[in-house]
């Protein structure tokens, strides 16, 4: 039994090809859309677990907390406008949208500001540590749905590899100083740090490796 288990959570190594993935960014099917849109909602509830746990945030949700903070805006509200300013930045960069683009910038903001309302904060710290791991169970499910729908990067996404791209740094590197640059400017702002982001930042990649694999052997069944 636990082995069966263990090989149903091996982590998948690439972007699995399924049944909804599309052939090209903007290729519609409704089935592609919900498949989407379920995607990038499991990712806004993931965000709010961790913003709930109160034991620290991923790093853009820092910098949106901090902006929040700051300005009296909705966190969902922040998020948005913030996916908005990073796609900006795509136009120098000449990354191209797709669908899924898009939908990342309404989806996820709507999801984590309805999903913050619903979701009480807590004061325990064991279930702030349980509701920061569910964050980031649900982020990395999120995640492999949204992506293996091929329909484009969301904006921060798209901001790093159009970087690796120009300026030929490695993926890594530029994702790690993208997310260091948003945190500290964050966490200079007031959003919040602790544990969770620290369990983010170790856990995330396996949380949607793992998430790449269910994917592919569900839809293989």
Excluded at 51 to 57: A, E, F, I
Excluded at 119 to 133: M, Q, T
Aim: glycine share 12%; aromatic share 10%; with cysteine.
């Amino acid at each position: 039994m636990f082995s069966r288990v263990m090989e149903f959570l091996r982590p998948h190594r690439t972007i699995p090809h399924v049944s909804w993935s599309a052939q090209h960014r903007w290729q519609f099917s409704w089935i592609r859309i919900l498949v989407l849109v379920i995607g990038l909602s499991f990712f806004g509830i993931g965000e709010a677990f961790l913003v709930q746990s109160l034991l620290g945030n991923s790093p853009w949700t820092v910098l949106a907390q901090g902006i929040s903070f700051k300005t009296k805006l909705p966190l969902g509200v922040v998020t948005g406008l913030i996916s908005l300013a990073v796609l900006l930045l795509w136009i120098p960069l000449r990354e191209k949208p797709g669908l899924g683009t898009l939908f990342n910038i309404v989806v996820i903001p709507i999801s984590l500001q309805i999903s913050i309302a619903v979701i009480p904060e807590v004061n325990s710290p064991y279930l702030g540590l349980l509701f920061a791991l569910l964050g980031i169970g649900a982020i990395g499910m999120g995640s492999a749905l949204y992506i293996s729908c091929l329909l484009g990067p969301g904006p921060r996404d798209g901001l790093m590899t159009a970087l690796h791209h120009r300026t030929g740094i490695r993926v890594g590197r530029v994702r790690l100083s993208l997310e260091a640059i948003v945190f500290l400017i964050g966490w200079a702002l007031g959003g919040r740090v602790g544990v969770g982001t620290a369990l983010f930042a170790l856990l995330i990649g396996q949380s949607i490796a793992i998430s790449f694999g269910v994917v592919s052997r569900v839809t293989a069944k």
